[in-house]
């Protein structure tokens, strides 16, 4: 049983540049949550995902970030452009059902911005 | 919207000691509680989870973690820990729509 898939597994990339982190969910799934993890602010919950559709963004930092998900088994987190301030760990979980149903990780992105 | 505390930061025990890790919660309804375990380079994983019945919840790596209302908690237990529990620690806690994580609490295990 596949997991949820991230990728690129780790990222380096300038300032500037523009990144796009990709997410493929459990099959299934109706649910989809894409976290930031930094040793001074812990798990930071971004954005998540009802069947497809936006449901909270209030954690997306600035408009630089931007959360899609095209259908139900991809969705992409992009930065443009890229600040070193964005380095960190980019996790994507999904979950069926209700807050009641726990939520399955992916292995993260390590994304380094020089 | 819910929110959790995890007291400790770092917490260091001897290998086949017990462990138990705190955390408290906040919610206005019945919650929805998790703990989840981070190994370095990787993901959270879900150890148990407690959402109704029985108090005391049973998960897998030999953890428990006991729901206490009165208390507002949902402290994890291990009888005797492995070096390879050495990790990260996180609660949860499900409500609305979506869920909250704590700071996390970092294990170390002494040999």
Known sequence: ?114 | AQSVTQPDIHITVSEGASLELRCNYSYGATPYLFWYVQSPGQGLQLLLKYFSGDTLVQGIKGFEAEFKRSQSSFNLRKPSVHWSDAAEYFCAVGGDNDMRFGAGTRLTVKP
Not at chain 1, 11 to 21: A, D, F, K, S
Not at chain 1, 65 to 84: D, G, R, V
């Open chain 1, 1 to 114: 049983d596949a997991g949820v898939i991230q990728s690129p597994r780790h990222e380096v990339t300038e300032m500037g540049q523009e990144v796009t982190l990709r997410c493929k969910p459990i099959s299934g799934h109706n649910s989809l949550f894409w976290y930031r993890q930094t040793m001074m602010r812990g798990l930071e919950l971004l954005i998540y995902f009802n069947n497809n559709v936006p449901i909270d963004d209030s954690g997306m930092p600035e408009d630089r970030f931007s959360a899609k998900m095209p259908n139900a088994s991809f969705s992409t987190l992009k930065i443009q452009p890229s600040e070193p301030r964005d380095s960190a760990v980019y996790f994507c979980a999904s979950r069926t059902g209700g807050s009641n149903q726990p939520q399955h990780f992916g292995d993260g992105t390590r994304l380094s911005i020089l």
